[in-house]
């Protein structure tokens, strides 16, 4: 059997691992700019902007999304929502439905940016959507504003004791019993699940 020229021999490639891809629906574009931040090499990350409405409302809205081809087929997905006005019947009716539906929900209380505080400080007392935008965050932030671009790079450093300051605000034991009471437990969060989820992929 006559031997395999040097170009001949077989080259063992470095085997690609497949890009995990997340479909995350927002309910504004504060949550779209700062998840737009993880498409990394092994990350695939698509996010619709729902463009506001009560909670049962945007999960109506992402089932829609989900059911057309160009939607279909993602490894996760994900709705992240706020308390806003909704009761407490409303928020554990979205939240059965959506696991359900294996939609991951992603529920912040008051609002989304309360995630962005807790890379900067420990809270837990109280606060509003207007206070966390208008007065806490402009002050970590300089110039913040709910539509400034790259705010998942400019916390990238601080992003531990942001999940440390989740986990101790909404101990992870307690999160199961959690969802029955989401509206009046302000604040809290579990944004740091699925950024987890995303920085192990």
Not at 81 to 96: A, H, I, K, P, T
Not at 116 to 123: C, I, K, S
Request: aromatic share 10%.
């Amino acid at each position: 059997m006559s031997k395999k020229k040097p170009w001949q021999q077989s080259v063992r490639r470095p085997v690609q691992r497949r890009r995990e891809s997340f479909c995350i629906f927002t309910e504004g574009t504060t949550e779209q700019l700062y998840f737009d931040g993880f498409n990394l090499p092994t990350l695939r990350v698509t996010c619709i902007g729902l463009g506001g409405g009560n909670a049962e409302h945007l999960l109506n809205e992402a089932l829609g999304y989900m059911r057309l081809p160009k939607y279909s087929g993602y490894d996760h997905y994900c709705l992240v929502f706020d308390c806003d006005d909704n009761l407490q019947d409303e928020l554990l009716r979205v939240v059965g439905k959506s696991e359900k539906s294996r939609i991951r929900w992603c529920f912040s209380n008051p609002c989304f940016e309360l995630w962005y505080l807790l890379h900067f400080v420990y809270r837990d007392t109280p606060t509003t959507p207007t206070e966390l935008k208008e007065r806490l965050l402009p002050a970590k932030i300089p110039g913040y504003t709910e539509t400034t671009e790259g705010v998942c790079d400019l916390l990238g450093d601080k992003l531990d004791s942001a999940i440390r300051n989740a986990q101790q605000l909404l101990p992870p034991a307690e999160r199961m019993a959690w969802k029955n009471r989401l509206q009046d437990a302000n604040p809290s969060t579990n944004v740091d699940e699925l950024v987890i989820l995303l920085n192990q992929k």
